[in-house]
């Protein structure tokens, strides 16, 4: 067992790798990085699928034999992520069982050109949810205003939800309390009201955003400031009368998970986000080079509770250089939906050009 990620796991953080492939799950690479670095759950998106279907022939079986079976499309694609995922959930039951559900658990996305129709995503969502017949498997739900109803109603439907694309404090709390929505009407309606959710931050598109926009003092700064925010409303949400009703009545609290927590500035500590953003019950959802880098030189800083009077400040500083908070909050979760979409294209893209070629 690492030491660096021991420890980590020991301060309360729960260690999600970002990424998945299928090369991984045949040569026990994932299995490794469970029983050597502490991993105990995992995430994925559009662009990680892309990645991996792209840049490997891993998949090219598997394409072929679903061709022939008549699939294509985003159908085909879902068979192949639920195969994936289905293997990893397995590899992740374990701890799963033995923390009564509050780890172990694995993502999978609607179509990101779902991410401003809520009708259509409460359907994928309880669609893929079926399919894919999983007890540790979140769907993924992007935090936009138009996915907030899907958000409630994929909880009220029973449906396990990351709440994914969300940027700042206030996107964080909408989200926390259309979760929370979800669970009161499931306790009106005398349904059972333990259906867990995790709510992504995305934390190093804030620095990569301001990056060459404000003097190097305050480079590298603004993600870890809008943790330290998210995580004092985190905390206040969670000795809420409001979650604590809930929870009498048999929830569990949503969890905090920081997502794009791998270094964008190449001049930068290849670990920031991961030992800047240590809180207990949350969770850090990294990059495999993140991750290894980690495992490699590792350290902690000060808690992030200990921290949460220093982000005022820092948003205020940035406010003086020109940097509208809110705005940019916005404009981030409007760039993250898109670059979802591409990625999805060219996902679906390298699918069809494989099915050809290999058909």
Same mark, same amino acid.
């Given at each position: 067992?690492?030491?660096?990620?021991?420890?980590?796991?020991?301060?309360?953080?729960?260690?999600?790798?970002?990424?998945?492939?299928?090369?991984?799950?045949?040569?026990?690479?994932?299995?490794?990085?469970?029983?050597?670095?502490?991993?105990?759950?995992?995430?994925?998106?559009?662009?990680?699928?892309?990645?991996?279907? =792209?840049?490997?022939?891993?998949?090219?079986?598997?394409?072929?034999?679903?061709?022939? =079976?008549?699939?294509?499309?985003? +159908?085909?694609?879902?068979? $192949?992520?639920?195969?994936?995922?289905?293997?990893?959930?397995?590899?992740?039951?374990?701890?799963?069982?033995?923390?009564?559900?509050?780890?172990?658990?694995?993502?999978? !996305?609607?179509?990101?050109?779902?991410?401003?129709?809520?009708?259509?995503?409460?359907? +994928?969502?309880?669609?893929?949810?079926?399919?894919?017949?999983?007890?540790?498997?979140?769907?993924?739900?992007?935090?936009?205003?138009?996915?907030?109803? +899907?958000?409630?109603? =994929?909880?009220?439907?029973?449906?396990?939800?990351?709440?994914?694309?969300?940027?700042?404090?206030?996107?964080?709390?909408?989200?926390?309390? +259309?979760?929370?929505?979800?669970? !009161?009407?499931?306790?009106?309606?005398?349904?059972?009201?333990?259906?867990?959710?995790? =709510?992504?931050?995305?934390?190093?598109?804030?620095?990569? /955003?301001?990056?060459?926009?404000?003097?190097?003092?305050?480079?590298?700064?603004?993600?870890?400031?809008?943790?330290?925010?998210?995580? /004092?409303?985190?905390?206040?949400?969670?000795?809420?009368?409001?979650?604590?009703?809930?929870?009498?009545?048999?929830?569990?609290?949503?969890?905090?998970?920081?997502?794009?927590?791998?270094?964008?500035?190449?001049? /930068?500590?290849?670990?920031?986000?991961?030992?800047?953003?240590?809180?207990?019950?949350?969770?850090?959802?990294?990059?495999?080079?993140?991750?290894?880098?980690?495992?490699?030189?590792?350290?902690? !800083?000060?808690?992030?509770?200990?921290?949460?009077?220093?982000?005022?400040?820092?948003?205020?500083?940035?406010?003086?250089?020109?940097?509208?908070?809110?705005? $940019?909050?916005?404009?981030?979760?409007?760039?993250?939906?898109?670059?979802?979409?591409?990625?999805?294209?060219?996902?679906?893209?390298?699918?069809?050009?494989?099915?050809?070629?290999?058909?």
């Amino acid at each position: 067992m690492n030491s660096n990620t021991s420890r980590l796991h020991q301060a309360g953080v729960s260690l999600w790798l970002d990424n998945i492939t299928r090369g991984m799950l045949k040569n026990g690479k994932l299995e490794r990085y469970i029983h050597d670095l502490s991993i105990t759950g995992l995430t994925s998106n559009p662009t990680i699928f892309d990645n991996a279907v =792209a840049s490997t022939n891993e998949y090219d079986e598997a394409i072929l034999q679903k061709v022939k =079976a008549g699939r294509s499309g985003e +159908a085909l694609f879902f068979e $192949l992520a639920i195969e994936d995922l289905s293997q990893a959930a397995q590899l992740f039951r374990p701890v799963f069982d033995l923390t009564n559900g509050i780890d172990g658990w694995i993502s999978l !996305e609607v179509s990101p050109l779902l991410a401003y129709d809520a009708d259509a995503s409460i359907q +994928a969502a309880v669609s893929l949810h079926k399919k894919a017949d999983q007890p540790n498997l979140f769907i993924k739900i992007p935090g936009t205003p138009q996915g907030l109803p +899907a958000i409630e109603q =994929a909880i009220f439907a029973g449906v396990p939800v990351n709440v994914t694309l969300l940027f700042s404090a206030e996107q964080y709390l909408a989200a926390s309390q +259309a979760y929370l929505r979800g669970i !009161e009407r499931r306790i009106a309606a005398g349904l059972d009201p333990d259906v867990r959710s995790v =709510a992504s931050i995305f934390i190093s598109r804030w620095d990569k /955003a301001t990056m060459g926009k404000v003097l190097p003092a305050l480079q590298n700064t603004l993600g870890i400031a809008v943790a330290q925010r998210t995580n /004092a409303l985190y905390r206040d949400l969670l000795n809420s009368d409001q979650m604590l009703r809930v929870m009498n009545l048999g929830a569990q609290p949503q969890r905090l998970l920081w997502a794009s927590t791998g270094t964008k500035d190449p001049h /930068a500590s290849d670990i920031l986000y991961i030992r800047s953003l240590v809180a207990p019950y949350t969770i850090n959802t990294m990059p495999e080079e993140t991750l290894l880098a980690f495992a490699d030189h590792g350290e902690m !800083e000060t808690s992030l509770s200990a921290e949460k009077n220093k982000s005022d400040q820092v948003l205020e500083d940035f406010k003086k250089a020109g940097i509208d908070y809110d705005q $940019l909050a916005e404009q981030l979760q409007k760039d993250g939906a898109a670059a979802f979409v591409n990625s999805w294209k060219n996902l679906l893209a390298t699918i069809e050009a494989k099915s050809t070629i290999i058909s």
